[in-house]
């Protein structure tokens, strides 16, 4: 029961001395004490009920009251039979340490209060208890093999009121109660997302509850059935591995709800939930298991060398699969994907398997299974995605398009970069389409020659494609970092210097200038410049840097200059 109930009740005489913001409290017990330290008796929740008979001077109630506190009490009623009134000392004390305080009247006995709070306490446990055995009955029948999780989710709204939607570790909606109204937008569900990976990587058991945009949430993770939630005890003794092998994969339950201030039985019912979610979640496990053996089999033989004619005769078998009903043979695409931790630990390959499942589903679909044209092994550390495309598709310029690294990271590197942060990265490479076996050997190298090129990056999400492959980029992450100094600093701190104490705008001169190819007009007009103005400022950065920007090198050691800067 709320604290405002008993206010509510006049019976009770109670009269309220401060903490009115705090009246939504939960009272889960009542307790009478005069000892100065009731500590050892208090389990948390309590209505205290004091006839003060442990104040003997105004410098005992703040440590009275602090204890308290401690203990997690809901309020304090002090009776008024002693002193007369209750002392303004416990009314400050009560106030600096926000605990609702109440008076008690003389003519009611703590005993018509004791009675009054345990007969509405218990009578809600029953209710409370009654309602999650049937719960859990209707459930259990009515739960993955009657509707997915959806069925699940729709009765805990339509009998606990509670809103709740099921989240991929990267935000993506995979269920929600249909009655309920929209669900939260798909930012608010990436933030989620974050903020549950954030907790989890801490190691501390769920639920972890976080308030976004005046709306309290309760997070619950969602774990294979194969891994079991652990209990207070295991998830101290485990925390940091357990939260390394499971946070960046677990789906999420977001209850609309703030759950400190549940009962025991109302947190056992979230939990039957969530093991129910998760029978539902190794059913979609067990469907990618085809696709899965697929992928592996395929990358195998591409390792080891195998002839192209064997290779080809295991993706004539996985097109099928992967796209039902296609006439030809697919284009392909190889993505590779890598999670270290920070002093050099790799997360195993089938950990990131289930992620970059995850991050090669389209965001904006819906449900538990929206694709069927993922197909993911792992091989060591890391994870190999073959991705099929029906045909290359094109841009307007005629380029091949397929998958781009950057599009791939869009959506989920929000809350990728709050499970990792201060502990790891995950680093992501894409080949270009390839249409037969012979290319696909050079498909998976050009993957992860690209994710290292992502992996010499700053950053926690970081991705590299094909196309950069064959451009001057691919050589700068690997200059080490004190050849990189020495060289900028000697081209361009003289230009730095100079445009710090005259403001003569040389770098940016300088840059504009080798981006319009050396073009003295289209420079000048995208300056708006005169161009004797622009042949002045060109001067004077040969001048102060001994270079002579009509020579192709010395255009091409600025240019790399600059972009290693």
């Not at 309290?216 to 390394?244: C, E, K, M, V």
């Not at 004539?316 to 284009?331: I, K, N, S």
């Amino acid at each position: 029961m709320r604290l405002r109930a008993l206010l509510e009740t006049d019976a009770l005489g109670l009269k309220l001395l401060g903490g009115e913001e705090e009246l939504d409290r939960t009272v889960r017990g009542v307790m009478t004490t005069d000892l100065r330290d009731p500590s050892r008796y208090l389990s948390g929740g309590e209505l205290v009920l004091s006839g003060l008979a442990w104040r003997r001077s105004p410098a005992d109630s703040e440590p009275f009251v602090r204890i308290l506190v401690q203990a997690g009490v809901a309020a304090l009623a002090a009776g008024t039979a002693e002193l007369g009134e209750v002392p303004d000392d416990l009314v400050v004390a009560c106030a600096r340490h926000r605990l609702p305080l109440f008076a008690v009247h003389e003519s009611v006995a703590f005993a018509t209060v004791t009675e009054h709070v345990v007969r509405q306490v218990s009578s809600e446990r029953a209710g409370d208890l009654a309602a999650v055995v049937e719960r859990h009955r209707r459930m259990m029948t009515s739960g993955p093999a009657g509707g997915g999780p959806d069925a699940v989710l729709d009765l805990l709204y339509s009998d606990l009121d509670l809103r709740a939607w099921l989240l991929s570790p990267v935000g993506r909606l995979i269920a929600g109660p249909k009655e309920a109204g929209p669900a939260p937008s798909a930012p608010t569900c990436v933030r989620l997302a974050g903020e549950h990976l954030a907790a989890g990587r801490t190691g501390h058991p769920g639920p972890h509850r976080v308030t976004l945009d005046s709306t309290t949430y309760s997070l619950f993770p969602i774990r294979s059935t194969g891994r079991p939630p652990h209990d207070a005890q295991d998830a101290a003794q485990d925390a940091a591995q357990d939260a390394r092998e499971t946070t960046l994969s677990d789906w999420v339950l977001a209850v609309e709800a703030d759950a400190g201030d549940w009962s025991e039985e109302r947190l056992d019912l979230l939990q039957g939930v969530t093991q129910l979610i998760a029978v539902e979640r190794d059913r979609r496990d067990a469907a990618r298991t085809v696709r899965r053996r697929l992928a592996q089999e395929v990358v195998e033989l591409v390792q080891s060398s195998a002839p192209p004619a064997e290779i080809a005769a295991r993706l004539r078998v996985a097109a099928p699969v992967l796209l039902p009903g296609l006439g030809t043979a697919p284009h392909w695409q190889v993505v590779v994907a890598r999670v270290e931790w920070d002093g050099g630990q790799a997360e195993g390959g089938q950990a990131v398997q289930s992620l970059l499942e995850e991050i090669l589903v389209a965001p904006d679909s819906t449900g538990p299974e929206p694709s069927d044209r993922i197909a993911v092994a792992h091989t060591g550390d890391e994870a190999v995605a073959l991705v099929p495309l029906p045909a290359v598709p094109t841009g307007d310029d005629g380029a091949e398009t397929g998958l781009l690294a950057e599009a791939l990271l869009e959506t989920v590197r929000e809350p990728l970069s709050a499970g990792l942060d201060g502990d790891g990265r995950l680093t992501l490479g894409v080949s270009a389409a390839v249409h037969s076996a012979e290319g696909l050997r050079g498909a998976l190298e050009e993957a992860r020659h690209a994710r290292r090129v992502a992996a010499a990056r700053p950053g926690r999400v970081c991705a590299a494609g094909h196309q950069e492959l064959a451009s001057h980029v691919l050589l700068l992450p690997f200059v080490p970092d004190d050849v990189r100094r020495a060289f900028t600093a000697r081209l361009l701190d003289p230009l730095r210097e100079y445009d710090r104490r005259h403001r003569a705008e040389l770098i940016p001169t300088l840059e504009a200038f080798l981006d319009c190819d050396g073009s003295w007009t289209r420079c000048a007009s995208r300056l708006h410049l005169h161009v004797n103005t622009l042949r002045y400022r060109i001067g004077r950065i040969e001048q102060l840097t001994g270079r002579d920007l009509s020579r192709l090198e010395d255009k091409l050691d600025f240019f790399l200059a600059l972009r290693m800067s």
